[in-house]
């Protein structure tokens, strides 16, 4: 069974920063595509960021040049480090799991970030 664990949410004031992790329990970690999407109250989930096995990353064009998304696979954690935070950042953010096996997808419960002005 794989579980995600995201943490790190919070309430910050706007250009402030934090770090979200995400843990995931079992699958092969290392192998496996992540990525952490966001969803805003009467809005569809969105896509955030994604960083491949291989270290290859991607951005939503409303985070780039200020969110930076990684990984520790010794720790089966992935990371979204995100700077100069905006209102419209709020949002439950969620951890994704791409299983390279068979193509199965993951999802955390979430956690909150909250952006005030």
């Known amino acids: 069974q794989v579980q995600l664990a995201e943490s790190g949410g919070a309430l910050v004031q706007a250009g402030g920063s934090l770090r979200l992790s995400c843990v995931a329990s079992g699958s092969s970690f290392s192998i496996n595509a992540m990525g952490w999407y966001r969803q805003a109250p009467g809005k569809q989930r969105e896509f955030v960021a994604h960083i491949s096995a291989g270290g290859s990353t991607n951005y939503a064009d409303s985070v780039k040049g200020r969110f930076t998304i990684s990984r520790d696979n010794a720790k089966n954690t992935v990371y979204l480090q995100m700077n100069s935070l905006k209102p419209e950042d709020t949002a439950v953010y969620y951890c994704?799991?791409?299983?390279?096996?068979?193509?199965?997808?993951?999802w955390g419960k979430g956690t909150l970030v909250t952006v005030s002005s």
């Open positions: 994704k799991l791409e299983q390279w096996l068979n193509g199965m997808e993951y």
